[in-house]
């Protein structure tokens, strides 16, 4: 079927409306079951670069339903109200049918929307990125189409399809002789809008424990914790690192599929990874030209004389390097759980420090909400 010009931006006009209240729909059904989605952590296995996959299955098919007005009974006996017009359902319910059952929509959903929607059900306040870098440069782009501009941004591919459709429908064009001749009405040209370009970069540094007394399901809560984390932190910067830091007794550099899956049976030393995040930072991420986050995971299991010295490198290095700086604690029932009360004592000294107990997948919204509560 071919529309004619008058008729295709009307339609156009049209799906457009019809889309964005979709999307509309869409992101209110995510912000009401967000809490679902983060405490199941069902996302973090369906993104991809920069899209999530969401599934919804509240949002229904409209069918059509029997009413009152309705004579007789909808095609299978008598009816009731509200009853849906549809195809009857075999079987008693507890054996296997050979009908469709209900339909799991699964929606794709940016990042970048994604944050946006965590930060308004939380809300949280914007990031205030520091640094040298944070300038704000101006790149043209060509992200549209105009009906005027200058011959050089003339669009040939769009201008020919145009005069094609018009000669088609007046009936002027010959199949014998086939010559296409743009008229002014046909011709497209590239339009342009300038794209703020931030320079601002930053690395996230993710350090956990994964000593003997780190069960799986503490990794789960840290896993999903993290992703929320990461989602919120790169909806404010353009060029995110991640660093990924695991320790018992030593501490080393892993990416990120081992920091998740790795246990071992050793002890615990937190200044391991203290240290070690530290020198990563002075090597490759001066503070002077990044924004720098470290979030530190841990059953507060350490051993009992490397506690001063975690205090010190937090105190005098670590702490004056970093944006943010997140100690999050899970319960482990073989942890000890003192080194929370240890490191609490620093956060009346350093606006920048955050301490989060995080017994269970029930109170990750809140900790999320601690961790990124101050705008840093």
């Not at 939380?122 to 549209?144: C, D, H, M, V, W």
């Not at 591919?157 to 001749?181: C, H, M, N, W």
């Not at 590239?190 to 003997?212: N, Y």
């Not at 919120?232 to 007794?249: E, F, M, N, P």
Request: hydrophobic share 35%.
């Amino acid at each position: 079927m071919i529309f004619s010009s008058e008729s295709e931006p009307v339609m156009v006009q049209r799906i457009q409306r019809d889309y964005e209240r979709f999307r509309k729909i869409v992101r209110g059904k995510i912000k009401s079951n967000l809490s679902k989605y983060i405490t199941r952590g069902e996302l973090i296995g369906k993104r991809g670069n920069d899209l999530v996959s969401i599934p919804l299955p509240q949002i229904e098919i409209p069918q059509f339903r029997y009413g009152w007005k309705g004579r007789g009974g909808v095609g299978q006996g008598d009816g009731e109200v509200g009853q849906a017009l549809g195809p009857p359902q075999t079987g008693d319910g507890n054996q296997a049918g050979d009908q469709p059952g209900g339909h799991i929509l699964e929606v794709e959903i940016t990042l970048e929307e994604l944050a946006d929607i965590l930060g308004e059900e939380l809300a949280l306040p914007r990031i205030q990125p520091k640094g040298r870098k944070n300038i704000f440069t101006t790149r043209e782009r060509y992200s549209g189409i105009r009906q005027s501009g200058p011959e050089s941004l003339r669009h040939f591919k769009r201008t020919f399809k145009r005069a094609l459709k018009r000669q088609l429908i007046s009936g002027t064009y010959d199949f014998e002789r086939p010559v296409i001749v743009p008229i002014r009405e046909d011709k497209q040209y590239r339009s342009w809008k300038e794209i703020p370009l931030p320079q601002s970069v930053a690395v996230i540094l993710f350090m956990m424990d994964v000593s003997g007394s780190m069960t799986d399901e503490q990794k789960e809560i840290v896993r999903i914790e993290a992703f929320w984390i990461d989602t919120w932190i790169r909806a404010h910067y353009k060029g995110v690192q991640r660093i990924y830091i695991i320790h018992d007794a030593v501490a080393q550099e892993v990416d990120e599929h081992t920091f998740y899956h790795t246990r071992e049976s050793g002890g615990t030393k937190i200044s391991s990874a203290y240290e070690l995040a530290d020198q990563i930072i002075d090597k490759r991420f001066p503070p002077s030209d990044w924004n720098v986050y470290a979030f530190h995971f841990s059953d507060g299991d350490n051993w009992g004389d490397d506690v001063p010295h975690c205090l010190d490198v937090l105190r005098n290095r670590l702490l004056h390097k970093v944006n943010l700086f997140g100690y999050g604690q899970v319960e482990s029932p073989y942890g000890s759980g003192e080194f929370l009360h240890h490191i609490e004592e620093l956060v009346s000294e350093f606006d920048n420090l955050v301490v989060s107990h995080i017994p269970n997948r029930d109170t990750i919204i809140r900790s999320i909400k601690e961790f990124l509560g101050k705008g840093k």
